[in-house]
């Protein structure tokens, strides 16, 4: 209960120092960082405490977008109905590919999320309702439903994403539901012996992943106002999800968050300041080196080698 | 110890593509029993522990446990049931303390039986309690890869008592061990056995499973030749020539 | 549409060509994948470096790419040795868990990509030769020359590596190091160097791969991103480590994608390769401890 006080008064305090700033590039580029701390930290449930590694991030990420897509141009729902509507068709599409992929491990699960990826974006670009290869415009409103731009109010919807993120992946780590899943990530053979229901609570795992991702892709059609293929089903979500949470440490939910804040940060100034081409370079980079140097992250750095639990 | 049957293996049967592991294996052990399982490498062993267990499924045949048919029920289901396993190489769950691999079985095998998943206070006593029978109390907040293979061996067969099982099943736990380990881990099966579990050993050292067991049974090429007393087991010339002959 | 014999047969005919390239392009991947259980998702793209390697020497010294890829393969096995080593360092002797092996591949891969963006552009690059823009007309059929004379290349390819896999002691130390590395021991032959001669033979089939990827399409830096999912499916579907399996899976995924295009349009056609994969894996799942 403490810690989620906490919580709230460290976004609350994010969200003040913003607004005090008052330039709407920070809002932009803030909603960019929030993002990824949501992708990250919904990635890791499944990568980092359970051990399965998720290609197919753009799949449930570009997918809740477009139910924003479709849902807006279906009723024109509010923001925040369109997003949860998003969690829940991911977290539909990630039951269904938990169930597909039971008894695939390692790289022969990871590549299967692959495929399923490029086979999601298929059926959407062949899907003219949501503008197919072409793409659809989104109208965003000037103003927002409170007060304020409009960029101010997804910048906020983000941040309860995040914090909602942040409270899953800690409760998820000391629960029993999370000791489960450390097993299934150390030994699955082992962890079935000793009675922990390793496909149930793996499909829980990417249930609950995949369903965040689409939370946090559902605004993102009114960031950028036009939504084609290429804008969420790209490789470049995957690599950063996967790139921030092994950066900052994938033991526990405070490696995401760290990895997210920095790398997205330094992405967002690289992009002004060099190119936007250099960010990926960079992923990549940091990503080889802490995976060959750092492999616990800049969390396992600072505690020590070995980290296990309290 | 009552003579109710708790397992009951029937014409077991297994095979990978052309090569047959199990050809009708039949084993039954009595609640409370020590029984030991024999057999040369490659006879069938690990094959019978894992369809046993759940680790994979008989193509033939049938495994009753408690009068139920268990052989369509995945693993997890039968070590809730109250057959827990050790495996012959430990498999430690390594990014867990030793207290914490004893926790997992705590929290899922043996929720069935009493044990109150959400008590942590009598799960931390509980824990303290196994790391005891073993040994291993003071490394409790130890990762795995620091303890000896004695050690690690303990852990594995700590893991599997923390199920609260009915049926343990032993598999080759003494193996690589010195002669006053192995004594230490015979002493805690016995302890075990008292208490009313029921065990399978699994084991090569001959003196250990015989001295151990109440019935012993041989398998040689997925084939059970013998079962019965130790002393008259050892004894069967089919068992000499296939077995101790080596 | 109307669909003409002559449509038909042409397209199965490209099909074929095509799968050749594909098999081409995945055996490195199936002896890194399938022999010595190193994920390289980059493995498409170090055929992209190959192609781009090749597409200089051709402009600037005019060297026909067969032969500049050819010129290139003791580079690229030294690149692959030297992969192979940090690759071990970092992830087999830890012998952590196959994740931390991907995502360094996953990087490198962004790497390399990145980095050709930077040096040659996102523009399209060719290479010239005499015959790519020739075609041969065999009665109804067309032969494309851009395409037949990769797949001539291909089965070269693929003759040599068969061949040096099953006849040289290398070789037969490469597979062995698959099925068991202990023997291998005791015959006096370092696993750990089997496997660095492995992958660099993995790495150096890319460069002349490379070469036949630029002969067959125009190169940017991210061309290596289409072939990942097909590369995989091969090796899965032809029987990880098989070099003639690889051929059979990757000459029937060419026919059946080109099929595909026909019938249903060139927009379907991505999915053909990652929809075999994940039949393939659903039927035939494997974790890494299947082996």
């Known amino acids: 209960m403490r810690f989620h006080l906490l919580l709230i008064l460290a976004a609350a305090l994010v969200y003040g120092a913003a607004r005090a700033i008052g330039l709407d590039y920070v809002f932009f580029a803030g909603y960019i960082v929030l993002q990824y701390v ?17 290609f197919g991030v753009s799949a449930f990420f570009a997918l809740g977008a477009y139910t924003t897509v479709a849902l807006d141009k279906a009723f024109g729902l509010p923001l925040p109905v369109m997003m949860l509507a998003g969690g829940i068709v991911s977290g539909l599409v990630g039951l269904g590919m938990g169930y597909l992929t039971m008894r695939l491990k390692g790289i022969f699960f990871a590549i299967a999320t692959f495929a399923l990826a490029v086979v999601a974006e298929t059926f959407i670009t062949n899907w003219d309702y949501v503008g197919g290869s072409s793409g659809a415009y989104i109208i965003r409103p000037v103003k927002g439903p409170l007060y304020g731009t409009y960029i101010e109010y997804l910048f906020l919807l983000m941040l309860v994403v995040v914090v909602v993120s942040l409270a899953i992946a800690r409760w998820l780590e000391r629960s ?16 079935e012996a000793t009675g922990v229901p390793t496909l149930g609570l793996k499909l829980i795992a990417t249930t609950i992943s995949g369903a965040l991702m689409g939370v946090a892709g559902a605004p993102l059609p009114f960031y950028i106002t036009f939504f084609d293929p290429s804008a969420g089903f790209n490789l470049a979500y995957a690599i950063n999800s996967i790139a921030m949470a092994m950066i900052g440490g994938t033991a526990s939910w405070v490696g995401p968050l760290v990895g997210a804040v920095l790398l997205a940060t330094v992405q967002q ?7 936007s081409e250099i960010n990926l370079l960079l992923v990549g980079g940091l990503l080889v080196l802490f995976v060959v140097l750092a492999p616990n992250g800049i969390v396992g750095l600072v505690q020590g080698r070995w980290r296990w639990r309290r | 110890m009552s003579g109710e049957t708790l397992l009951e293996v029937a014409t077991l049967g297994k095979r990978f593509g052309g090569f047959v592991a199990l050809n009708g294996v039949d084993l039954r052990v009595a609640a409370g029993e020590r029984v030991g399982l024999i057999g040369p490498n490659g006879s069938g062993k690990s094959t019978l522990v894992n369809c046993i267990a759940g680790a994979l499924r008989n193509d033939t045949g ?22 827990a396993r050790s495996f012959q190489l430990p498999r430690p769950f390594r990014s867990l303390s030793v207290a914490d691999n004893i926790r997992i079985p705590l929290l899922y095998a043996a929720a069935d039986r009493g044990r109150d998943h959400h008590d942590g206070a009598a799960i931390a006593r509980r824990i303290d309690e196994l790391l005891d029978l073993v040994g291993l109390r003071a490394k409790g907040g130890r990762a795995p890869r620091e303890l000896t293979q004695v050690e690690m061996r303990k852990l594995e067969l700590a893991r599997a008592i923390a199920a609260e099982p009915k049926l343990l099943i032993a598999d080759e736990a003494m193996a690589g061990l010195s002669h006053s380990e192995v004594d230490e881990v015979l002493a805690l099966l016995l302890r075990l056995n008292e208490r009313g579990i029921a065990i399978i050993m699994i084991e090569h050292i001959l003196h250990a499973v015989v001295s ?35 | 549409m109307n669909i003409t014999f002559e449509l038909l047969a042409n397209s199965l005919l490209a099909g074929l060509l095509l799968g050749g390239f594909y098999a081409a392009l995945s055996a490195g991947a199936t002896i890194a994948f399938g022999l010595l259980e190193i994920v390289n998702i980059a493995h498409p793209t170090f055929a992209v470096i190959g ?63 990145v980095g050709l963006i930077m040096i040659f552009g996102v523009d399209f690059r060719y290479v010239t030769t005499d015959y790519i823009t020739t075609t041969w007309q065999i ?34 130390a490469i597979i062995a190091v698959a099925e068991d590395p202990l023997a291998l021991r005791l015959m006096s032959a370092s696993p750990v160097k089997i496997k660095r001669i492995a992958f660099g033979v993995a790495i150096a089939t890319t460069a002349f791969v490379g070469a036949l990827l630029v002969i067959i399409q125009p ?24 070099i003639s399996g690889t051929l059979i899976a990757a000459v029937f995924l060419g026919l059946v994608e080109n099929m595909t295009s026909i019938f249903l349009g060139a927009s379907w056609s991505p999915a053909v390769a990652f929809g075999f994969l994940l039949i393939t894996l659903a039927v035939r799942p494997r974790g890494l401890l299947g082996r």
Not at chain 3, 101 to 111: E, Q
Not at chain 3, 219 to 242: D, K, N, T, W, Y
Request: overall charge positive; aromatic content about 10%; some cysteine.
């Open chain 3, 139 to 172: 009665g109804e059929l067309s032969v494309p020359l851009r395409l037949a004379v990769p797949f001539v290349g291909s089965l070269a390819l693929l003759a040599v590596l068969e061949i040096g896999l099953k006849r040289s002691f290398t070789g037969r």
């Open chain 1, 38 to 54: 949501a992708l990250a930290t919904a990635w890791n449930i499944l990568g980092g405490y359970t051990g399965y590694m998720n």
């Open chain 1, 269 to 275: 100034v690289a992009t002004v300041t060099i190119s």
């Open chain 2, 212 to 246: 151990f067991s109440q019935r012993l049974a041989v398998l040689v090429a997925g084939v059970k030749i013998a079962d019965g007393p130790p002393r008259d087991v050892v004894r069967n010339p089919d068992v000499e020539r296939a077995y101790l002959g080596e």
């Open chain 2, 62 to 83: 049938s495994v009753r446990f408690a009068g139920r048919r268990i052989d369509g029920l995945s693993g997890h289901r039968r070590a809730r049931l109250g057959l």
């Open chain 3, 219 to 242: 190169l940017q830096p991210a061309s290596g991103r289409e072939f990942i999912g097909r590369v995989f499916a091969i090796c899965v579907l032809g029987g990880m480590g098989s």
């Open chain 1, 176 to 191: 029993r539901l999370g000791y489960g899943l450390a097993a299934i990530r150390d030994d699955e053979v082992a962890a």
């Open chain 3, 51 to 113: 192609a781009y390697a090749v597409y200089l020497l051709n402009r600037h010294l005019h060297l026909d790419p067969l032969l500049g890829g050819l010129v290139l393969t003791p580079i690229f096995y030294l690149i692959g040795t030297i992969l192979y080593r940090v690759y071990h360092f970092a992830f087999e002797r830890r012998s952590e868990d196959a994740m931390q092996g991907l995502a360094f591949f996953f990087g490198l891969m962004f790497i390399v990509e």
